[in-house]
């Protein structure tokens, strides 16, 4: 696995810390919110394993998976490459449409202000999400974008799905990250 991190990740300045979770096979049979939520939890993984912080976000349509991505920020250098973004303009690609009514996000994490927003105009019919944010988190956690009454557009919400092992994950993420580079913990993205 280290081995894997340092082949795809010649940009990053020190050695991944290797990932200690596993990511999961759920059985393809019961697509419930708990099953794309873990997809969405291995898609974080993923992060992880490329010195990203662990966000991961999937989209499912029709019962079927049309989009999964991660958190590329850090590779890319790209404020915009959250894990919810880079899979809103996958699923948009996948429907022909930049309307994706009728789709479920499944995020790890509440989504920010940026993401929040790109969910509203992508007129995603419902967006579950694992760890509330209270720094950072636009659907609830700080505010509530879903909840501006002028907007023509609102989305259902549901919280929680799978919370414990997604701040587990992204915990765990940042307790590493201190402990070996203290100085390069951005505190402002963290879950506390
Ligand atoms: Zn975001």
Known sequence: MAKANQE??????????ECPFPKRYPSQLVRDDAFFMTLAYNQAIEAWRRD?????????????LIASAHNEVESTRDPTAHAEMLALTQAA???G??????????????????CSGASLMARLSRVVYAIPDV???????????????????HFAVTRGVLEADCLEL???????????????????????
């Open 8 to 17: 795809t990740e010649n940009m990053a300045v020190e050695n991944p810390l």
């Open 52 to 64: 990203e912080v662990p966000i991961g976000a999937v989209i499912e349509y029709g019962g079927d």
């Open 93 to 95: 690609n996948a429907l």
């Open 97 to 114: 449409d930049w309307r994706l009514t009728g789709a479920t996000l499944f995020v790890t994490k509440e989504p920010c202000p940026m």
């Open 135 to 153: 720094k950072t988190g636009c659907l609830g956690g700080v505010t509530d974008l879903n909840g501006i009454g002028s907007l023509n557009h």
């Open 170 to 192: 992204l915990q765990t993420f940042f307790r590493q990250k201190r402990k070996s580079f203290p100085s390069t913990v951005d505190e402002s993205k963290s879950i506390e």
